[in-house]
């Protein structure tokens, strides 16, 4: 009898000291109360403007999505290998449309209230992946900024890679050729045609 | 007295089996199945002006009383930011024409931001500086720190620079050119305040 009530106790200390344990490395490894990023804030730095360039660039399509990116690494431990990994969810915008700066004066043919004029091929402007549009879902172990930012990179050529197959190109095109037309119409010409130089191909 | 030693054996075993258990996050189905977001959507946005922009984002944090020794970390921040007039909505521009004169009135939207793009590779951790009784930082932190830095740059470009001035006068530029290779002598353009 008084070995058992010594065993309930022994295991109750035990009990709780594995708990109080658990806890600690919960908060060691994955900061459960959020104490080590509580009111990191960043300071405040000036903004360099390196460059300003003029451009002429007609964006009429831009194509969103959200995808997920991950990477997996292998450690090798002294007894047991780790097994890291990352996963990202990614939201992505790609801009397209026309290099208007590549049209002259010599593109425009103009008849009375007929304008025609060639547009170059569409492209893509720009993929876009800021910080505020990715979220780090999983994080197992311990990832490098430049381990991340490869990672992005793929989430980046994704995004791109599925804007071309979703046919952006075509939408910049349709869509490019309509505010336009509509555009050269408040100009006061009744007919306008616009053709645009090959068939687009990034 | 059974159900004491239960109690305890049920303890114990929630304690031992507690650190694992709380650890494991919940395994997301990632197939490749994934049931991406896509949208296309057309536009009418003539970007006229491109900066390329650098900004240092730094972060100090310092010891309190919960955290022992301090950690610190730079960034070097480099992206381009475009803006220009927004032609897609709808009423956004007016054309008033005296067919007569060959003059031209073109009322445009005010200038604004059209894209800010930056890009991963080009953000680098340059410095990290962490004591031994700290953390390193982790990736949602350091994620945390950029998105600060991002709002910062979207604050500051316009408050701090003309990009907004620049690219209404290369608007005013493109359209004058345009306007006056389709024949008009008089060109007016003018901006809707913003």
Redesign the interface.
């Known amino acids: 009898m008084k070995f058992?009530l010594k065993?309930?106790k022994w295991?109750?200390i035990?009990?709780?000291?594995?708990?109080v344990?658990?806890?600690a490395?919960?908060q060691?490894?994955?900061?459960i109360f959020g104490?080590?990023?509580k009111g990191?804030?960043?300071?405040?730095?000036?903004?360099?403007?390196?460059?300003?360039?003029?451009?002429?660039?007609?964006?009429?399509?831009?194509?969103?999505?959200?995808?997920?990116v991950?990477d997996e690494r292998t450690d090798k431990g002294l007894i047991f290998n780790s097994k890291n990994e990352?996963?990202i969810i990614a939201k992505g915008?790609v801009?397209a449309?026309f290099d208007?700066s590549k049209l002259t004066?010599t593109d425009?043919k103009?008849n009375g209230d007929t304008?025609s004029f060639k547009l170059p091929e569409p492209q893509i402007?720009?993929v876009?992946?800021?910080?505020?549009n990715?979220?780090?879902?999983?994080?197992d172990g311990?990832?490098?900024?430049?381990e991340?930012?490869k990672v992005?990179?793929k989430a980046?050529a994704q995004i791109k890679d599925?804007a071309l197959k979703?046919d952006?190109l075509g939408?910049a095109k349709?869509?490019?050729i309509?505010?336009l037309t509509e555009?050269y119409k408040?100009?006061?010409f009744s007919v306008v045609n616009i053709e645009v130089d090959s068939t687009p191909a990034e | 007295?059974k159900t004491?030693?239960r109690t305890?054996?049920a303890?114990?075993l929630?304690?031992?089996t507690?650190?694992d258990m709380?650890?494991k996050?919940d395994e997301?189905s990632?197939t490749d199945n994934?049931n991406?977001?896509?949208?296309?959507?057309?536009?009418?946005?003539?970007?006229?002006?491109?900066?390329?922009?650098?900004?240092?984002?730094?972060?100090?944090?310092k010891a309190e009383w919960?955290?022992f020794g301090d950690r610190k970390i730079l960034?070097e921040c480099?992206g381009?930011v475009?803006a220009?007039v927004d032609?897609?909505e709808s009423n956004s521009?007016?054309?008033d024409?005296n067919?007569e004169e060959k003059s031209?009135t073109l009322t445009l939207p005010a200038a604004k931001i059209?894209?800010?793009?930056?890009?991963?590779?080009n953000?680098?951790?340059v410095y990290e500086k962490v004591s031994k009784t700290?953390?390193?930082f982790?990736?949602?932190?350091?994620?945390?720190?950029?998105?600060?830095?991002?709002?910062?740059?979207k604050h500051?470009?316009t408050k701090?620079?003309d990009?907004l001035k620049?690219a209404e006068k290369?608007t005013t530029?493109?359209f004058t050119a345009m306007?006056s290779?389709?024949?008009f002598k008089q060109i007016t353009i003018k901006y809707k305040e913003g």
């Open positions: 058992t065993l309930i295991l109750f035990l009990a709780v000291i594995v708990g344990a658990g806890v490395y919960l060691y490894t994955q900061d104490l080590n990023n990191l804030v960043i300071d405040k730095t000036h903004l360099v403007v390196e460059e300003t360039k003029k451009i002429s660039e007609f964006t009429s399509a831009h194509f969103y999505e959200e995808t997920i991950k990352i996963v915008n801009r449309g208007l004066e425009y103009i304008i402007f720009d876009i992946v800021n910080p505020s990715y979220d780090i879902f999983v994080e311990k990832w490098s900024h430049d991340i930012a992005l990179g980046q599925d979703n952006i939408l349709k869509s490019g309509s505010k555009l408040s100009f006061g | 007295m004491l030693l305890a054996v303890l114990s929630v304690g031992l507690s650190c709380l650890s996050k997301p990632l994934f991406q977001k896509i949208q296309s959507v057309s536009s009418a946005e003539l970007g006229s002006v491109e900066c390329k922009i650098c900004k240092v984002i730094k972060a100090d944090d919960y955290k960034f480099r381009t475009k220009g032609l897609g521009y007016k054309a024409i067919e031209i059209l894209a800010i793009n930056l890009s991963p590779e953000t680098k951790m700290r953390f390193d982790n990736a949602v932190e350091r994620t945390e720190l950029l998105r600060q830095g991002e709002a910062a740059i500051d470009i701090e620079t990009i620049e290369n530029s493109f306007l290779q389709l024949g």
